[in-house]
């Protein structure tokens, strides 16, 4: 029989008989892939069998307490919504080298320490480069739970899976995973899909916990991503620079938790150590007494993170005044320059302004915007600003300070690191249920904070 072909779209999935230059679904260029096709047939069947009973009333279901599994990583656990979900399969995606293997091989450890079963399959790596790895990050003595194979053939790992009976299985990664009845090679979205839909499977109806490790694509999404993120029930990216210490890991989607939360890794010869106090981390080498620079606080779920702000003033060179940003956004930017030129009469046309927030961090909370526009100010006037003080408040056009979110725990959060003095619009202070050692004072506008400030 004449095998059919196809092409793909290795961003989407999207397939189409004839080669396209883009993808007229998720609008790439250049991503078909030619592959063979395969009818769906079987899989429906499958499909058919897995869902055969009848429906029920809602109210009559009868809901087993799943079980939630403590990785004793607290970072982990908390962006987990409390910890790893029995039978839940989760994606972990990544920049190259980000740390991805060590997180996982860390959990591995965690786990089997506790008495559960782990098999750790490295698809990328030989087993021996593993175990060096587990040297490096594993003090005491290995458990005896831990098994490890290089595979990358799915029937083969389905096999060890079925032989070993594991309570958690990682799959590192799933690009390298090929199912030898699909002809596509290996990290097409075909293969890709294919493979997390067996492995998906297998979790659900073993109760198994399903760790995917999947690389992510020069755009910045995991191959193939819109059909892998529907396949798992718990999207994970590990952000953050290959070259700072610390790692951000962060839910993208959650059936089991919330997807604000984040946790803080900071990368050691010992593996990720997690930063329990955050805010320290990004403010621990603030410089003293220089213009131009403000701290602020950033709420990721229910924690309060103190950010630091700088900002460098300096006369244009060149014919035309340039912006840049790094961590905060560009658009905004231009915003705050026009109101602070509108309201506070600051000439900046002839200025160039960067702006960055330290530690790579990317803030999008809008209570950061008046430390944003007093950070500018004061590297401006070239004075510095106030010392251990706070600035919380979002800006409006007319140069208004509006309110913010959840000012108390920011205010609790720089009391804790030592700040004496808070900067925050009146709005939030009139019913503030704070009674702490820190200074507040209320803001109404941008005037008004600047003339304190530089009074
Ligand atoms: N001896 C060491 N001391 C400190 N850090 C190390 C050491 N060895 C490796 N690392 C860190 O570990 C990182 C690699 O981690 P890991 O292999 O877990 O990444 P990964 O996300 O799995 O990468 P890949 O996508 O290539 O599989 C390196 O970038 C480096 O920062
Ligand atoms: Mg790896």
């Known amino acids: 029989m004449k095998t059919k072909k ?3 779209c290795q961003n989407c999935g999207y397939q189409s008989p004839r080669w396209l230059g883009r993808c007229p679904d998720c609008n790439i260029w250049n991503s078909f892939v030619e592959e063979d096709y395969s009818p769906p047939a079987k899989k429906t069947k499958e499909r058919v069998s897995l869902y055969k009973d ?4 809602l109210k009559e279901v009868e809901v087993k307490q799943r079980l939630r599994i403590k990785t004793d990583i607290e970072e982990l656990d908390r962006v987990l919504g409390g910890g790893l979900v029995e039978g839940s399969v989760i994606l972990l995606g990544g920049d190259p080298g980000i740390g991805k293997s060590t997180l996982s091989l860390q959990i591995s450890n965690s786990l089997a320490k506790a008495g559960y079963k782990v098999l750790y399959i490295s698809g990328e790596e030989s087993v021996a480069q593993t175990r060096l790895r587990a040297d490096r990050l594993i003090q005491e003595k290995i458990k005896d739970n831990l098994y490890i194979v290089s595979q990358t053939d799915l029937s083969l790992i389905l096999e060890y899976i079925k032989k070993i009976a594991p309570n958690m299985v990682i799959i590192d990664s ?8 699909v002809s596509s090679s290996p990290g097409s979205v075909s293969q890709v899909r294919e493979c997390a839909g067996i492995l998906a499977q ?13 690389h992510v694509t020069k755009e910045g999404s995991i191959a193939g991503p819109k059909v892998l993120e529907h396949i798992v029930d718990t999207v994970l990216y590990f952000e953050g620079d290959r070259f700072a210490l610390y790692r951000i890991l962060r839910a993208v989607k959650n059936r089991f938790g919330s997807t ?5 890794f900071e990368m050691t010869s010992f593996g990720l150590k997690e930063v329990k106090n955050p805010s320290a981390l990004f403010l621990s080498e603030r410089p003293k007494g220089i213009s131009g620079s403000t701290v602020s606080s950033i709420l990721e779920g229910t924690r309060p993170i103190l950010v630091e702000i700088q900002a460098l003033v300096s006369k244009s060179s060149f014919g035309y005044a340039r912006r840049r940003t790094q961590g905060f956004d560009y658009n905004r930017l231009g915003l705050i320059l026009a109101v602070l030129e509108k309201r506070l009469g600051l000439v900046l046309e002839n200025e160039d302004v960067f ?5 790579g961090i990317k803030i ?19 004075r510095f600003l106030i010392k251990d003080g706070l600035i919380l408040g979002e800006i409006g056009l007319g140069g208004e300070v509006r309110s913010i979110i959840q000012p108390t725990i920011r205010i609790k959060e720089a009391e804790k690191l030592g700040f004496k003095i808070a900067i925050l619009p009146k709005n939030n202070l009139r019913n503030l249920d704070y009674k702490g ?7 109404d506008n941008l005037k008004e904070t600047f003339s304190i400030l530089f009074s």
């Open 6 to 8: 196809i092409f793909t």
């Open 54 to 57: 009848e429906p029920v009333l």
């Open 174 to 181: 799933i690009q390298v995973i090929f199912e030898p009845s």
């Open 202 to 214: 297998l979790a659900k109806s073993n109760g198994i916990v399903m760790f995917i490790i999947g």
């Open 260 to 264: 604000n939360e984040i946790g803080v």
């Open 355 to 359: 702006v960055n927030v330290v530690g």
């Open 364 to 382: 999008e909370d809008p209570a950061c915007d008046l430390a944003v526009a007093m950070a500018i100010s004061s590297a401006y006037k070239d």
């Open 437 to 443: 050692k820190i200074e507040l004072i209320g803001v």
